[in-house]
């Protein structure tokens, strides 16, 4: 059994037994709290493993919530699932953008939304790859420091650009990226790409993987993810 603890931030009281009930299941530990003050409260005094944010809470949203834990040195490593309603993507930018792991919308189904809290927490405790560690995949192999993408043991020729994206999206499998947070890691790099062309370089990106394409899924108003698994 598990002994991580995770805050439910959730001021509607059925959603929070709900999720509550099905992750004390899990064996998780599980603390409640009803509003953003509550929660700031908490995540100070007991500093859980994960927090689970809902966005629409009363007085102080969960994107205020969000921001001010990234701002305290004791609270900006915790990461954060957020709950939002269907269709809100400005919401889930926003949040990724200031710092959220990852969203679940409502209405959610509680198997992907425990397998989503699973996800969260053995990513958090695995550390991001060194800048030049090789990315190996069943059917993908990048190499950072010879600039080399192998798909099925065939190399396979991108651009910069193109390179630059996919080495940033499969350093961390599983995470969700907005086009500006792509935007801000390749130009880092000194790769020359805009918001819009990001759509564009993954097409390319994605007919030059061949057999690995089906890695890179798009999240539809978001932005882009790297597959755990091809098969997912
Ligand atoms: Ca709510």
Redesign the pocket.
Known sequence: MSEENILVV???KD?QELVRYNLSREGYRVTCADSGEEALKTVKSLLPDLVVL?L??PCMDGLEVCRRMKKEPDMAHIPIIM?TAKGDESDIVAGLEIGADDYVTKPFNLKVFVTRVRAVLRRSNNEAPREEEILRFPELVIHPGRHEVLVNDKPVSLTYTEFGILKYLASRPGWVFTRNQIVEAVRGDGYSVTERSVDFQVVGLRKKLAGAAGRIETVRGVGYRFKESLNE
Do not use: A, C, F, Q
């Open positions: 959730e001021d509607e959603i809902d629409m809470l709950l």
